[in-house]
């Protein structure tokens, strides 16, 4: 199973970022939470660190093509299903959230792994698939002019069903990770099932079509064009008079232009519900204290005491990163990171410690290094022909650059707080160990992938089926 011979054909270039990451992470969680000596923190950082590396390199020698095994994807969602639930019932409060379990030498935040899951799960699900297969079920929703009875078809189609278990995976665990109040996993998690879903399809120009009736119809929900005083003057809705007539537009478009009108149709309805579906997100799902973020950041807070306000950390980052200016204030010599004014500055707030500390040299060390790794990834991503891979690949990229936009965007107040780690760098055990564990995959890919696409290639050209 371990072929540990396969070590040897790991790229230096993919190590060296992976590495310089994680000196820049020690250093930023031993300057952080340096008090008259060195915190337990940092030296848990570290052995975070070690089990990462070993996971990283033990992942490296098993064959990938293991993960293509149903029975592997079956194991892997019932175990993040069950951890999550298991996180309701048995979940430690930290910091007013409930999204850790106490291991006793570790805590286990569930919705960390869920993230490599979702890639593992959704490649498993639209990649083992050919591509004629993957356009037969896609281009029956865009381009096509399709009946009812090819859309039943569709319907009970094995992609279909696969697609479909790939949302409802993605679903379930979104509402699970919700109720541990953890809204920026949740919105990470989206972005990377979308990156993957959207590399899957293949949309030509006159696709983007469907996006005309799902903006007009979020235009209406929204009472973007104020039409009131015309239902007044004229007794008459007058929304209901637009809504009719682009529906008619709808129709005779979907026939001109020979495109799907029922899906024309959906994406149409979608828009309408945009604005309800709004309101009950932000009233009802968010709690209190993600509202008061959100207003703070869009300035509409009426607390005008800093201290007492939720947009504190906001500006205290804000404050610290540019009071790092070029070359920053020098190692465990940050006025406000080491004075211990930004609270979490080892976590949530990793890059503004670093940066106050190093200055906009240290922070383009750090953007530079993580864009090093991620071009590395994505000539992974094109080396290899197989769709299971290649998705995986999309999925670590997407997991590593939205953690780190976010972050970042963050940190220098261009995005409301959402409490997401800098990847390798913030303190966190479970963040670092799942990051190593999509980067161990995709190293494997690199040293193993080529050699498994041509034994599958032989297979497939000598009869044999390997599809599982």
Request: charge should be positive.
């Amino acid at each position: 199973m371990f072929k540990f011979e396969k070590l040897k054909d790991t790229k230096l270039s993919f190590i060296l970022p992976i590495l310089s990451l994680c000196v820049i992470g020690g250093i930023t969680v031993f300057s952080t939470t340096y008090d008259n000596g060195v915190s337990g923190m940092f030296t848990n950082h570290l052995a975070f660190y070690l089990v990462g590396f070993v996971l990283f390199l033990t992942i490296s020698t098993i064959n990938p093509a293991k993960l293509k095994l149903k029975i592997v994807n079956l194991l892997i969602v019932a175990f993040s299903i069950a951890s999550l639930v298991a996180v309701i019932f048995l979940g430690t409060e930290i910091y007013g959230a409930q999204r850790w379990i106490d291991l006793g030498f570790f805590s286990f935040q569930p919705s960390e792994f869920v993230k490599v899951s979702i890639i593992l799960f959704t490649a498993f699900c639209l990649g083992v698939r050919t591509k004629r297969e993957t356009e037969e079920i896609f281009n029956i929703y865009l381009l096509k002019e399709s009946s009812w009875v090819q859309i039943r078809r569709m319907l009970t189609s094995e992609e279909f069903i696969k697609s479909a278990m790939a949302i409802l995976f993605y679903l379930v665990s979104v509402v699970l990770i919700i109720k541990q109040k953890s809204l920026g996993n949740s919105i990470l998690l989206t972005l990377i099932f979308l990156s993957i879903l959207l590399i899957n399809l293949n949309i030509s120009p006159a696709a983007l079509l469907f996006i005309v009736p799902l903006v007009v119809g979020i235009l209406i929900s929204f009472n973007t064009i104020d039409l009131g005083n015309l239902s007044n003057l004229f007794g008459f809705n007058f929304y209901l008079l637009v809504s009719i007539v682009i529906i008619i537009l709808i129709y005779y478009l979907g026939k001109r232009l020979k495109l799907n009108t029922i899906i024309m149709y959906f994406f149409f309805g979608v828009g309408l519900l945009a604005q309800p579906a709004i309101s009950f997100s932000y009233n009802q799902v968010l709690e209190p204290y993600q509202r008061q973020r959100i207003e703070s950041f869009l300035g509409a807070e009426d607390d005008v005491n800093l201290f007492q306000n939720e947009d504190f950390n906001r500006q205290m980052s804000i404050l610290a990163v540019g009071s790092g200016r070029v070359f920053g204030k020098g190692l465990l010599k940050g006025n406000i990171v080491n004075s211990r004014l930004l609270p979490f500055a080892f976590t949530d707030f990793a890059f503004a410690g670093f940066a106050e500390q190093f200055g906009f040299v240290g922070g383009l060390l750090i953007i530079s290094l993580y864009i090093i790794l991620l071009i590395k990834i994505f000539k992974i991503f094109l080396k290899t022909n197989d769709n299971f891979y290649r998705f995986i690949c999309i999925g670590v990229i997407s997991l590593i650059f939205f953690n780190c936009a976010q972050h970042i965007a963050m940190n220098m107040g261009i995005t409301p707080i959402t409490g997401v780690p800098l990847p390798l760098i913030s303190y966190g055990g479970s963040s670092i160990l799942s990051i190593f564990i999509g980067l161990g995959i995709v190293n494997a890919i690199d040293i193993f992938g080529d050699q498994d696409v041509q034994i599958e290639s032989l297979k497939a050209d000598y009869g044999f089926n390997n599809r599982t």
